[in-house]
């Protein structure tokens, strides 16, 4: 059993505002769609701000812009200061999102070629 990843909170301290970073399989499957590789970021380090910014699409897409989730992410110090730990941790939740499943949606299916 794959142990679970909780979503990293976000808090703007400016706005108090709550942001919840995670990811969905139809998150990754649209990014992935349009040409986002996660593979790709340890060769062009600056797609990890992509990665920031499509952490917010699950809960919070409406409402939040690629502009402002760069000033976010430049407010925690840009990539290279960015706390420790957080984009290991996005990276965890991306790939989570294909190792385990939602046990309210498991459903068994039986396949007999």
């Known amino acids: 059993m794959i142990e679970k990843v909780n979503p990293i909170i976000l808090t703007d301290e400016e706005t108090g505002k709550k942001y919840t970073l995670d990811f969905d399989r139809a998150t990754v499957k649209r990014i992935e769609r349009n ?3 996660l593979a790709d970021c340890e060769r062009f380090p600056s797609l990890y701000e992509d990665l920031f910014y499509f952490s917010f ?5 409406r409402e939040v812009t690629r502009k402002k989730t760069d000033a976010l992410l430049e407010s925690l110090g840009g990539i290279a200061d960015a706390p420790e730990g957080l984009f290991p941790r996005l990276v965890d939740l991306y790939v989570q999102t294909f ?3 939602d046990d309210e949606k498991n459903v068994r299916v039986t396949v007999e070629l």
């Open 35 to 37: 040409g986002f590789a």
């Open 57 to 61: 699409l699950k809960n919070h897409e």
């Open 99 to 101: 190792k385990t499943l």
